[in-house]
């Protein structure tokens, strides 16, 4: 009995293994509009850096939206030997929005512009990451392109406000997605979050995450 037990377990192993490592999907926030990916994998991805918090974990991927200076501080970031850096040149190389598969991830580049944002040098990101459909507007007022995601069926968009979080609940109203986290609180240096812009963001949907917080990603 006893050699039979031990028998069972060790078929059960390989299944318990798995499922051990396992991992989930998460999503820390810095502050800003700099935020931490880390895939099931294990894999994990930064993007615009800024906000100085958060940087324990050597990345895999960077993504920058744009070059301007609360965006682009690569060097906070330790990164892999083969860590891929994807900034808005790389993203708009031939003068088309491309798409990147890296480490089972999907990043497809995508418009982004405003006033003071010329759209050939800036764009927003959507992620694929374990099925998760995840999208950062970068620095970005309402898109054309922002009109078509809703088919993109997204599950979380990560929402410039800019100090106009009334209009910005609107856009998110347009893109459609499931959770509408807002960020990039304010153009001023160093307020990395605003709890008043925050609250007043009444996408639906809404999810407030604050810097230094870290949570699961769902389908």
Same mark, same amino acid.
């Given at each position: 009995m006893k050699i039979r037990h031990f028998l069972f377990f060790i078929w059960l192993l390989p299944a318990f293994s798995a499922c051990k490592n396992e991992g989930t999907t998460k999503l820390l926030y810095q502050g800003h509009a700099s935020f931490r990916? &880390?895939?099931?994998?294990?894999?994990?991805?930064?993007?615009?850096?800024?906000?100085k918090e958060g940087y324990d974990l050597?990345?895999?991927?960077?993504?920058? &939206?744009?070059?301007?200076?609360?965006?682009?501080?690569v060097e906070l970031v330790t990164q892999k @030997? @083969?860590?891929?850096?994807? &900034?808005?040149?790389?993203?708009? @190389?031939?003068g088309k929005y491309n798409t990147f598969n890296i480490k089972g991830i999907k990043i497809e580049a995508v418009e982004a512009y405003m006033g003071n944002h010329d759209r050939r040098i800036g764009v927003g990101y959507v992620i694929t990451i374990d099925g998760i459909k995840l999208y950062h507007t970068g620095d970005s007022t309402l898109t054309d392109q922002m009109k078509t995601l809703p088919? @993109?069926?997204?599950?979380?968009?990560? *929402?410039?406000?800019?100090?106009?979080?009334?209009?910005?609940?609107?856009?998110?109203q347009i893109i459609g997605a499931?959770?509408?986290?807002?960020?990039?609180?304010?153009?001023?240096?160093?307020v990395w979050f605003d709890k008043n812009i925050a609250d007043r963001?009444?996408?639906?949907?809404?999810? *407030?995450?604050?810097?230094?917080?870290?949570i699961e990603l769902i389908k």
């Open positions: 990916l &880390t895939a099931k994998n294990g894999a994990v991805l930064y993007i615009d850096p800024y906000a050597p990345a895999d991927i960077i993504l920058v &939206t744009h070059g301007h200076w609360d965006h682009n501080i @030997k @083969k860590c891929v850096v994807i &900034t808005n040149d790389e993203a708009q @190389k031939g088919e @993109k069926k997204l599950d979380y968009a990560l *929402i410039y406000c800019g100090g106009v979080p009334e209009t910005a609940a609107e856009w998110a499931q959770h509408n986290i807002p960020m990039h609180h304010s153009s001023q240096r160093g963001f009444a996408a639906p949907g809404r999810l *407030i995450v604050e810097p230094g917080e870290e």
